[in-house]
């Protein structure tokens, strides 16, 4: 159990630890081998070192980790759902077998036996049914539950919930989604978002939290030793606050077993014999906009910026070829659901009819409007989010200048992540840079990031026919049908433009023989497009 210092300080020998490796600045390189490196014997080889760009993504509760895929990670090697993926679909997780009425409305969950607590007491349905209340109640940001019209238990190891109408993805952003917490904890818990307490972190899943440090960005975790679902392979797991560059040498030193290469690295790691492999296209950079307030709520001038930026160099120019350029549907082009027949060129000279047309006028370089010039605030975090290929500095440098040259004056505001984002929830902006993951999970994701009301979301309620469609491909369970309506509410959210996607970054992994990572359906949870499924930290469980 986590005592009361956690979240302050790491215990002295996982300082010691985090400095040496960050004290490390070179590496030696290996002749080529088509197996990954072989890792000697370590003090304790039972520990697997995990380097993260970010660090700290937030207390691993359900409601304190922050709302990132990684910060979703980093609670999930602590708490299960009811079902979870690996690489094929959809597995068993505390409910070893499930069915679903004909309706879509009625699933039924069978409950492991013999499943504990972290502190001892026994997992029931009751922990469920209280779940769902709980999460209705508090609201959770990663799973809706409105739909949920009731839940009855049947006996111990039994539950019954029933929708208010069918939800396609229930199982993927529901039951797959959703963490089960222990009633006998949380039920006094008023406010969970005030809970920081050790219990906050007590689950059934394979690790326990055994320190966190906000200040040096690092989590330890170990073994849960009576997980249901099979042995956990190693006896800690630790993630460690480490830049990419860093991070490459301290792979090379044997010092960490798993990163995220810089792409420019990937191809020489491939060489000196890791292991290498390559992500889909599940995470998005965007432009987000202000359309709250003039002269963004014009769809005309939103689609004027969109035209006068060329989102092909600037995967070219600032990514080195390492992504693509975005769609102006939101999905990617290798998502199965993508519609094919969006297209958004580059064409300023349209931005300039399009802007004659809303009554601007061009005062030499610059286009102004009765007397005033048009000068736009762009908000960017000159390191990103912690992610490589998120897009920071240099992307907005690139973006400044293009529409510029369109006649558009930028002004650039360099802030950091969380603080760009706190600005984006609070409507106080104009653009902003930003992005996030799960275009290769169910196509929900539409619903999230066009409709729903985080800050990643476009929260765009402009227009009523496409909330239309939204809803009703929730209810459709016909695949077909359901194709065609994600076709229809992304080429509606073309049209409007209430925010644009930039590109898709090529993500790299590189590690060493000690990991056998692999990417999930659909990706993790409701759609985390990480190699970190829990599945691989357990014996067979990939």
Not at 192 to 205: C, H, N, S, W, Y
Not at 317 to 322: A, D, E, F, K, M
Request: aromatic share 12%.
């Amino acid at each position: 159990m986590v005592d009361r210092q956690t979240g302050r300080k790491l215990t002295a020998a996982f300082v010691g630890m985090a400095l040496l490796i960050l004290l490390i600045v070179s590496g030696c390189g290996g002749a080529a081998d088509p197996k990954p490196t072989k890792t000697p014997t370590k003090e304790d080889p039972g520990i697997l070192t995990i380097a993260d760009p970010a660090g700290d993504w937030g207390f691993p509760s359900p409601f304190l980790h922050y709302q990132r895929g990684p910060g979703y990670i980093r609670m999930s090697l602590l708490f299960d759902t009811l079902v979870w993926k690996n690489a094929k679909g959809f597995v068993p997780a505390l409910a070893e077998k499930w069915e679903v009425s004909a309706d879509g409305r009625t699933y039924r969950f069978f409950l492991r036996k013999n499943v504990k607590w972290h502190d001892g007491q026994p997992f029931t349905a009751a922990d469920v049914a209280f779940t769902f209340r709980y999460l209705k109640e508090q609201g959770y940001t990663w799973s809706a539950v409105t739909m949920i019209d009731r839940v009855e238990t049947v006996g111990e190891h039994e539950v019954k919930i029933m929708l208010r109408k069918a939800y396609a993805p229930f199982l993927d952003n529901v039951a797959g989604t959703a963490p089960m917490l222990p009633q006998h904890i949380w039920r006094g818990v008023k406010d969970a978002r005030q809970f920081l307490q050790p219990a906050a972190v007590i689950g059934t899943g394979p690790y326990r939290l055994a320190d966190y440090s906000r200040e040096q960005g690092s989590y330890r975790y170990t073994a849960s030793p009576d997980y249901y679902g099979g042995k956990p392979k190693y006896r800690e797991i630790r993630f460690v606050k480490m830049s990419p560059e860093t991070s490459v040498a301290a792979l090379r030193q044997k010092q960490v077993d798993f990163i995220q290469a810089p792409p420019d690295m990937a191809d020489r790691l491939k060489q000196e014999g890791f292991a290498v492999v390559v992500g889909k296209l599940d995470w998005v950079a965007k432009l987000l906009i202000n359309h709250r307030k003039p002269p963004f709520n014009n769809a005309d001038f939103r689609r004027a910026l969109a035209l006068a930026i060329d989102r092909s160099a600037l995967v070219q120019i600032t990514l080195r070829g390492h992504g693509k350029p975005g769609n102006p549907g939101l999905l990617a082009p290798d998502s199965p659901w993508h519609n094919p027949e969006l297209q958004l060129p580059f064409e300023p000279a349209k931005t300039a009819k399009l802007l004659q047309g809303l009554g601007y006028v061009r005062n030499g370089a610059f286009w102004e409007k009765d007397g005033a010039p048009l000068t736009l605030e762009l908000l960017v975090a000159p390191g990103g989010i912690g992610v490589p290929g998120s897009p920071q500095e240099r992307q907005g440098e690139f973006i400044k200048s293009q529409l510029e040259q369109a006649g558009i004056r930028v002004a650039i505001r360099a802030l950091d992540a969380k603080a760009i984002d706190s600005r984006v929830a609070e409507w106080n902006f104009d653009l902003a840079l930003s992005g996030h993951g799960g275009l290769g999970g169910d196509p929900q994701v539409l619903v999230r990031m066009i409709t729903g009301d985080n800050f990643l979301s476009a929260r765009w309620q402009g227009n009523p026919e496409l909330t239309q469609v939204l809803a009703e491909q929730t209810t459709a369970i016909d695949p077909d049908e359901r194709r065609q309506l994600i076709y229809e509410a992304q080429r509606l959210y073309a049209a409007d433009l209430p925010a644009l996607s930039l590109y898709y970054p090529t993500w790299y992994y590189a590690y060493n023989d000690r990991v056998q990572p692999f990417f999930t359906f659909q990706g993790v949870a409701n759609g985390i497009p990480q190699p970190f499924n829990k599945l691989q930290f357990i014996e067979g469980g990939k």
